[in-house]
């Protein structure tokens, strides 16, 4: 069975500053990895989606980076600002498997 | 992006009582939609899978006749929790990948906060 790990739990950030979310996965044989943004009390906005055949995406200030080999993932945030301060969750669907394996998530403070 | 919408955002409702729960693509078709159960704190637990025309695929320890999933239609998957309790008390979730992308890119709607008093 897939696990999936995010570390840390919780960060807190100046703002301005870069950082780096983690995320682990134990069956390197996945279709897809995704990283998910979530508000409190909110649903989830997908931020980036890396295919298995992929190194890495970027989109604005976010970089994803996936190597398979070693089952990690990183959510690279440049210049953080506070409106950057939500739970970032990172999802990975299995090759030949219809389901999606979510990590527990990084709170992110970015402090003013 | 693709957009999902769910309907209601809240809902409170009395023990015994039934509440349904819509999830919608608002342009885009998805054959198969997830049902998704969060607790405070937690991560995105999977209830069940939900497929256009079949019966719903549901995770281990998810009871079927307590969570109905009917997915009647390309752009709709509902549902209904039964004889609700306090313990079934959370925020649901649910989400859709559109059947067209080859991308598999997951899209998720804004969540239902269930209370049951």
């Known amino acids: 069975k897939q696990e999936v790990t995010q570390i840390p739990a919780a960060l807190s950030v100046p703002e301005g500053e870069n950082l780096v979310l983690n995320c682990s996965f134990t069956d390197s044989a996945i279709y897809n990895l995704q990283w998910f943004r979530q508000d409190p009390g909110k649903g989830l906005t997908s931020l980036l989606l890396i295919q298995s055949s992929q190194r890495e995406q970027t989109s604005g200030r976010l970089n994803a980076s996936l190597d398979k080999s070693s089952g990690r993932s990183t959510l690279y945030i440049a210049a953080s600002q506070p409106g950057d301060s939500a739970t970032y969750l990172c999802?990975?669907?299995?090759?030949?498997?219809?389901?999606?394996?979510f990590g527990s998530g990084t709170k992110l403070n970015v402090k003013p | 992006g693709a957009v999902v919408s769910q309907h209601p955002s809240r809902v409170i409702c009395k023990s015994g009582t039934s509440v349904k729960i819509e999830c919608r693509s608002l342009d885009f078709q998805a054959t198969t939609m997830f049902w998704y159960r969060q607790f405070p704190k937690q991560s995105l637990m999977l209830m069940a899978t939900?497929?256009?025309?079949?019966?719903?695929?549901?995770e281990q320890g998810v009871e079927k006749d307590k969570f109905l999933i009917n997915h009647a239609s390309l752009t709709l998957s509902t549902l209904t929790v039964t004889s609700a309790h306090p313990e079934d008390s959370s925020f649901y979730i649910c989400s859709a990948r559109p059947t067209s992308a080859n991308t598999g890119e997951l899209f998720f709607g804004e969540g239902s906060r269930l209370t049951v008093l």
């Open positions: 939900s497929n256009e025309g079949s019966k719903a695929t549901y």
């Open positions: 999802a990975v669907r299995v090759r030949g498997f219809n389901k999606f394996y």
